[in-house]
């Protein structure tokens, strides 16, 4: 059985609780993989002191340096992605495939932020003064926290934690409970390509004691947290109290717009993979299409013949099955959210129950689920469910009711929509209220080298990844030269 450490200032020891929380496999739960230290405030209080210390000597290692630490990590993960992706199908359910797939954004991500290290990071501004040399340059905040959830436990750490560093900053992390053995491995690849002591921390235990001694810490900066909108709303309040500042990426109800005059096959093909890949569990996953009346039938077809076929199984043994949801609180709420959907009317033609019997080792597997002739006005098409549960909503007023209606919810993630027609193309991508949009591709996914980040209820706090990732993590201070005697010359500021 493994045993997930705290890692502080450079060496692996445990919470002062003397408690432990136990990391299980969704697919097998009496399956136990390990079990993590649970910290105590004054845990938390000791790592960020250390990281403090960490955070004044990293600030003094060039740029291009700092970026270099980073391109080592990456190719540390780049040669273990064999030995992570099935650690990380063991704790969260994703399949093999999936698990690779997300270490492989790990590396891209902090690639691509190792080579950032290297690019100009201000800008030089005329004066209206003669002899004035205006210029901006960056500072780090200090020490930052990182609160990150399950779903992606090895990418969306990568993409705060780079970025954090590479501006100078040093980092207390606190990763879900539920995927423990993930973020051990992603803080043993930094140990391992010689990052000075306490420049990254990890401190293991619950959102409510760990999670918030880091938000309510006046030496904490600021805190970049991705997960739910309830317990991003609560970071965000506290940390108002003293003025840090909060990056926030949320929930999301992403649709995918299909207009009449769409391929219908590669549609089809977009929504399975959107709304049931990594078990519907992504934050850009597929939760409803939007489809025209008029194609409406002919896509049901061949959306139920296309999702007929996906194998539910343990994605350690079937490297391309659909994993089981994370644990059995998100499975029973999975379930009720498809009961509900049931009781306001919504049409199940698809799924809508467990996969297996019951028994203390079946896992959490619930079968490809999708409801037909859902109102825009439903909970089914407002709330995010966060599983494999897909919402077909029919509209009868063409192009712009389908925008009305992706629209018609709090959340702003993805969307995608699918046509031949560019101008309902550019109007689309003009109109929908998403951070990010798709033309002809599902809604999931996101290169490290472009931003991504939501809108509305989903996010808050400036784009993650690409160039725009770091922005976050710094300060931009304005340099004034006066190299012309100004004051002296009697000319006037
Ligand atoms: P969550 O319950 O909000 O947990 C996220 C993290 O916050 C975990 O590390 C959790 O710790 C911690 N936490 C819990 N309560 C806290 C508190 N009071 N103070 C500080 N930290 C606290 O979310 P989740 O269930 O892990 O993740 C699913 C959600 O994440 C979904 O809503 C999904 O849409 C969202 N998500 C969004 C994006 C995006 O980019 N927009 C990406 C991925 C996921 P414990 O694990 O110890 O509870
Ligand atoms: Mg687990």
Not at 228 to 249: C, D, F, M, P, Y
Not at 273 to 291: D, E, L, N, P
Request: glycine share 10%; proline share 6%.
């Amino acid at each position: 059985m493994d045993q997930y450490l705290n890692f502080v200032n450079g060496q692996w020891r445990t919470g002062s609780t003397g408690e432990w929380d136990e990391n299980r496999n969704p697919a097998k739960p009496s399956e136990v993989l390990g079990r993590s230290t649970r910290s105590s405030t004054a845990d938390v209080a000791e790592a960020v002191t250390l990281a403090a210390t960490a955070q004044r000597e990293w600030v003094r290692v060039p740029r291009p340096a700092r970026g270099a630490m980073l391109e080592k990590v990456a190719q540390i993960l780049r040669r273990r992605v064999d030995e992570i992706a099935p650690v990380l199908t063991r704790e969260e359910g994703k399949c093999l495939n999936e698990a690779r797939g997300e270490v492989m954004k790990a590396v891209n991500v902090l690639e691509f932020t190792a080579s950032e290290g290297r690019r100009p990071t201000g800008q030089v501004i005329p004066s209206d003064m003669p002899g004035t040399f205006i210029y901006t340059t960056r500072t780090p905040l200090g020490v930052v926290g990182i609160i990150t959830p399950w779903n992606f436990p090895i990418c969306i750490p990568a993409w705060k934690i780079g970025p954090a560093l590479l501006e100078g900053n040093a980092v207390v992390f606190k990763p879900a409970t539920l995927t423990p053995g993930t973020a051990m491995l992603l803080v043993k690849a930094f140990e391992e390509a010689g990052l000075p002591p306490g420049v990254v921390n990890l401190v293991y235990g619950s959102g409510s004691v760990v999670g918030n001694a880091i938000v309510d810490d006046k030496r904490v900066a600021a805190i970049s947290f991705t997960g739910s909108n309830e317990v991003g709303i609560a970071i965000h309040a506290r940390a108002a109290k003293r003025l840090a500042r909060t990056q926030l990426e949320m929930g999301g109800k992403n649709p995918v717009i299909v207009l009449a005059d769409a391929d219908l096959d590669q549609a089809v093909e977009a929504t399975v993979m959107g709304a049931f890949g990594s078990t519907g569990q992504r934050c850009t996953a597929t939760s409803r299409v939007i489809i025209e009346r008029s194609v409406h039938q002919p896509f049901m077809t061949k959306l139920l013949e296309r999702a007929r076929r996906i194998k539910v199984g343990d994605g350690m043994t079937d490297p391309t099955a659909m994993g089981p949801v994370v644990d059995m609180s998100q499975f029973r709420s999975v379930l009720a959210a498809i009961e509900s959907a049931r009781l306001e009317g919504a049409k199940l033609v698809l799924g809508g129950e467990r996969v297996g019997v019951e028994g203390p080792n079946t896992g959490y597997f619930i079968a490809p689920t999708i409801f037909d002739e859902v109102k825009p006005e439903m909970k089914l098409a407002r709330e995010e469910v966060f599983g494999p549960v897909l919402a077909v909503i029919p509209v009868d007023g063409g192009f712009d009711e389908a925008i009305r209606v992706a629209n018609a919810v709090e959340y702003g993630l993805s969307s995608s929509i699918y046509t031949r027609d560019i101008q309902r193309v550019m109007q689309y991508a003009d109109r929908v209220e998403t951070g990010i949009l798709h033309v002809n591709s599902p809604t999931v996914g996101g290169e490290a080298q472009a931003p991504f980040g939501g809108v509305k209820a989903t996010g808050l706090g400036g784009r993650e990844m690409g160039s725009t990732g770091p922005e976050f993590f710094c300060e931009i201070k304005t340099v004034y030269i006066d190299y012309n005697s100004n004051v002296r010359q009697g000319n006037l500021y």
